[in-house]
């Protein structure tokens, strides 16, 4: 069975409706864009007034794992674009397959940074709830974290939501849900995780690689 | 108005699977410059894998190169605005010096 799109009376063809919801996703990202803007822009202030403080702060996390978790986050942007070439291609098997395989990066990624988390709690890392950090320095060491803890906290927060969605996709796509000619969804769907992977790709320089080589 | 009504473009797999190669590369080469002692330029080396990295993403990952021209614009616009947002607010803090009063 193959699904069969239905066209909105707006539209002139399936092409012009697809192409008004990219477009509509795309503004959707903008805002996310500008969502994690503001947190950079802070984070830029803050590190442009305290250099030092943010490269030892910087120093404190967990580079190693940040870079697996980039890897991973990398590799199912990669899967998740294969998904969506699967589907045009009628393989509803191999697209449920690589979607699983998208949510499975996406928890792992999650799991890792919780690991992260829990390392950071055992070394009273944590601005207002327990840090006990010390010398002259201390104040702005805890500003960095608390602008990690915010964006890092939100990007995983769209890592979950992403996760779930693909989840739900992948059930539907295993169902029959999509096609060569209905496969909206899935497209916006690998959009907004792409950005997602975007918004990392920016937030593991500047967490966790300053102030590295000193 | 004119748009193409021909069938989906299909990427080749091979596509994807070079520019995650790339991608990784890329994180290589930013893990790596950071542990090097190159002062100003290992937040500049970072930054411009970073935004490599995000222009790959875009054009293959996110179909950008197939895209119409007003999706490119408007897939543009965000970031616009948000080098507006950190360029206007550093124009501010990194030209700030103190007064001192004039008694």
Known sequence: ?????????????????????????????????????????????????H??????????????????????????????????????LDNRR?????????????????????????????EHLIPGIDFMQSGPQAPAIELFFCLYYFITGFHSLHVFIGVS??????????????GPQRHTTLELTALY??????????VYPLIYLIGRSG | MSRSRGPEHIVPVHRFLWV???????????????????????????????????????AVFMHETEARQLTRLVSALGFIWLSMLIGLALADFLTRSPLPPPW
């Not at chain 1, 794992?65 to 998904?83: F, K, Q």
């Not at chain 1, 191999?94 to 055992?122: D, K, P, Q």
Request: glycine share 6%.
């Open chain 1, 51 to 88: 250099p030092i403080g943010f490269a030892i702060a910087s120093r404190r996390t967990d580079m190693p794992l940040g870079t697996i978790e980039t890897a991973v986050l990398l590799t199912s942007s990669s899967l998740i674009a294969l998904a969506v070439r699967a589907i045009k």
């Open chain 1, 165 to 178: 969605v693909i989840l739900v996709l992948a059930l539907r796509v295993a169902r029959g849900s999509f």
């Open chain 2, 20 to 58: 995650l190669a790339a991608l990784l590369a890329l994180l290589a080469i930013s893990a790596g410059s950071a542990l090097l002692k190159l002062g100003a330029w290992n937040p500049i080396i970072n930054l411009a894998v970073s935004v490599t990295k995000t222009l790959l993403v875009m």
């Open chain 1, 1 to 49: 069975m193959s699904a069969v799109v239905a066209v909105e009376q707006q539209y002139d063809d399936p092409v012009q409706q697809r192409e008004a919801a990219t477009l509509g996703m795309w503004v959707f990202l903008a805002t996310e864009i500008l969502f994690f803007g503001v947190l950079f822009a802070s984070y830029t202030i803050c590190r442009v007034l």
């Open chain 1, 94 to 122: 191999l697209a449920t397959w690589l979607l699983t395989g998208t949510a499975a990066l996406g928890v792992s990624f999650l799991v890792m940074h919780g690991f992260e988390y829990f390392h950071e709690y055992r």
């Open chain 1, 193 to 202: 995780w792409h950005l997602v992977d975007i918004v990392w790709i920016f």
